[in-house]
């Protein structure tokens, strides 16, 4: 059990609370389901990308999918191996391909045509042999919220199967461009295995037909998205994701590569936020509380649901939508919950908050980003400052 309390007490609120035992659980797990494969982990970063909490997957043997070359260098920083990195992602500066290329990460993931003339160009540019693969668009359903659905010919992602050919043979030919990997990922907290099976059998299919044209893949990527567990939903269990997948590739002779973010963090994270106020607005009842959507902008974005707790409370409960400070009503933590009377200072925990908190916090309403701890084998440590108003204005004081 984390001593919340205390950990409030000491670093304040709001705060983010990492169980780095629980991470490394949930990394046993997932890469144990594909054991007696080559398999590679590879942490979606975005997820959560607090350079420790990087550098707690690299130690276990992960890799890192990053989108952007700010990630890549994260990755770097932590210490992730160059060969465990893959660079994905719609739109890639020129810039950013140059420094992966030269930073000799595994391979890009390329996600159009047009790119894959960029990635092209650069290589030469360099003399270099730009490893890639081909980010496919299945259009799968998902089955997901439409704000993280990505498998959809209706969503930017990836290229459709005839383009993905196109591509391959292209640089089957180009001597600058060596490809060794094929690419899917259609959407994220998916909870069905069938949508992902399809995706996988499209995508393994394809990967045969390209091997009947002599060209031959390493590299089998069937991107991140396994579902977690927020509230109640029945979600999909690491063996059956990886049968599914043993299933669709019928003894494929390849690499796997997953990309996990969400299913190694977000039911590891915790954000811990105190009451300010209770206040009544005719029948309606808020609690207002120190935490905000710029620290945890899932329930403003989606209307994620996060489960909340308050801490060491008893009595009787009633309707009431947890609030912020942040002056938009859709700044909001949960609508119309369960909770008893609160006081100035009580605690409240927020579940669920390891994927996709901190990382999309912002400094609207010029508010520091909170201060993010690790707690590890009953210890807990500081992975990160929180903000000053100091840190807030550095790059603007200068041109008062
Ligand atoms: C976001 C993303 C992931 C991780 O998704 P999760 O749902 O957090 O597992 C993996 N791969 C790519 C390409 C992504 O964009």
């Not at 770097?76 to 810039?95: C, H, M, N, T, W």
């Not at 993280?148 to 930017?156: F, Q, R």
């Not at 060209?215 to 069937?222: G, R």
């Amino acid at each position: 059990m984390i001593p919340f309390q205390p950990l409030a007490n000491t670093y304040g609120t709001p705060l983010y609370v990492y169980d780095f035992d629980a991470m490394q659980s949930q990394y046993h797990e997932l890469k144990e389901a594909f054991r007696g494969r080559k398999s590679i982990l590879a942490y979606a970063v975005k997820a959560n990308s607090n350079l420790s909490v990087i550098k707690h997957f690299a130690s276990l043997g992960a890799g890192a999918d990053c989108v952007s070359i700010g990630e890549v260098r994260r990755a770097l920083l932590a210490g992730v191996p160059p060969y465990k990195i893959l660079f994905s992602g719609v739109g890639k500066r020129d810039e950013e391909i140059r420094e992966a290329m030269i930073s000799d990460i595994l391979y890009i993931n390329v996600e159009s045509e047009a790119e894959l003339g960029r990635v092209e160009m650069i290589a030469k540019e360099l003399g270099k042999v730009a490893r890639i693969s081909i980010r496919v668009n299945p259009n799968i359903d998902p089955q997901t919220h439409p704000y993280i659905s990505t498998g959809l010919h209706d969503n930017k992602f990836g290229v459709d199967l005839e383009t993905a050919k196109r591509m391959y043979i292209r640089s089957k030919h180009a001597t600058a461009l060596e490809a060794v990997g094929i690419h899917f990922h259609i959407g994220s907290q998916l909870t069905q295995l069938e949508p992902i099976y399809e995706a996988a059998v499209i995508v393994a299919d394809l990967m045969r037909s390209l091997s009947a044209i002599d060209v031959n893949l390493k590299f089998f990527d069937i991107g991140g998205g396994v579902g977690v567990c927020y509230n109640d939903e029945v979600t999909i269990t690491p063996y059956d994701y990886a049968q599914a997948i043993l299933g669709a590739l019928k003894g494929l002779d390849v690499t796997i590569i997953s990309e996990p973010g969400r299913f190694l963090t977000a039911n590891a994270g915790y954000f811990l936020t105190k009451v300010l106020y209770e206040k009544r607005n005719g029948e309606k009842r808020f609690v207002v509380v120190d935490g905000a959507m710029n620290d945890l902008l899932r329930p403003s974005l989606y209307k994620a649901y996060h489960r909340i707790e308050a801490l060491d409370k008893v009595g009787e409960e009633s309707v009431a939508d947890i609030v912020g400070p942040v002056c938009e009503s859709g700044d909001f933590l949960a609508k119309a919950t369960l909770l008893p009377m609160m006081e100035h200072n009580d605690l409240l925990v927020v579940h669920s908050a390891g994927a996709y908190g901190f990382g999309m916090g912002s400094n609207y309403n010029t508010r520091g980003r909170s201060a993010e701890i690790a707690y590890q084998k009953g210890e807990a440590r500081m992975i990160r400052a929180r903000e000053t108003f100091e840190d807030l204005i550095a790059l603007e004081r200068e041109y008062l």
